[in-house]
């Protein structure tokens, strides 16, 4: 028997487009919980993480309904978390809807969430602490915290394997190495080796946005996805009796 797997790359609050991706994927329907196939466990759907924190401020702004975005006021900070809450709060339902076919894989703007002694943000400035109590920000609610919690650090089926960064285990691991060693953004360029020496025969990553859609690394066995803000997410067609490798794995429009 085959199974798919629809892998979907860093959210970043992007959940329109998240929904569109899981209907055009046939994983949602008009309520907005799973289908049939993912149901029974045919559909495997697969959320690479970093489901929390636009990338940008004009991302921000659209969340909250603002021509601009400000994130020293506090009032656009609780309003910038409002609007993630809710969007969250469907997601949520989702998952618990289909725990055995829905998986979340915790990334590292997610764990900053639970932990916020890691304060991230942007290049040119922008600050994600909407979620920070200590910063002008509100906590996350105490259920979808535990939720977080509760997220996978990786998942293997077979050969496959399901990260955030990378084929490593220490790259689960979003600590003060986690920040300052820059192999997380650059490993699948430098040392694309590491998924052969991790013994996987196909891995599946984001965290780093690769700006012309998901980037297939046939020869060394790995896919960058961090790409759904164009519009792409993975499709990994396995035989279930035998999941050492993929059947085929391609990228799908929507």
């Known amino acids: 028997m085959r199974c ?8 970043h609050a992007d959940f329109e487009r998240l929904w569109e991706a899981l209907r055009a994927a ?8 799973p289908t049939m196939p993912v149901l029974s466990g045919l559909y ?10 636009p990338k940008t401020e004009a991302e ?5 309904g603002s021509d601009a975005f400000d994130s020293s006021d506090p009032e656009q900070l609780f309003l910038a978390a ?35 002694d890691y304060l991230l943000g942007t290049v040119g400035g922008l600050s994600h602490i909407e979620f920070d109590a ?6 996350l609610p105490e259920h979808l915290r535990a939720w977080f919690q509760s997220s ?19 790259m689960t691991s979003y600590d003060d190495l986690f920040y300052a060693d820059h192999v997380h953004k650059r490993w699948w360029q430098d ?52 999941v050492e490798e993929p059947l085929s794995v391609r990228p799908v429009p929507f």
């Open 4 to 11: 798919k797997f629809i892998a979907i790359g860093d959210v």
């Open 191 to 242: 040392t694309p080796e590491y998924v052969q020496m991790a013994g996987i025969e196909f891995g599946v990553y984001g965290h780093t946005q690769m700006k012309d859609g998901i980037m297939i690394n046939r020869t060394n066995g790995f896919a960058m996805i961090d790409a759904l803000h164009t519009r792409e997410y993975l499709e990994v067609l396995v035989d279930t009796g035998s």
């Open 44 to 53: 495997q759907v697969v959320l690479i993480g970093d489901l929390v924190h």
């Open 134 to 139: 200590s910063r002008g920000g509100v906590m």
């Open 60 to 64: 921000y702004a659209r969340l909250i």
């Open 152 to 170: 996978l650090r990786e998942l293997r089926v077979g050969g496959l394997h399901f990260a955030h960064v990378g084929p490593l285990p220490a």
């Open 82 to 116: 409002r609007e993630q809450v809710k969007r969250l709060e469907r997601l949520y339902a989702y998952q618990r809807a289909a725990p055995r076919s829905v998986h979340i894989i915790l990334g590292n703007h997610d764990d900053a969430v639970l932990h916020t």
């Open 26 to 33: 046939s994983c949602i329907d008009a309520a907005g919980m």
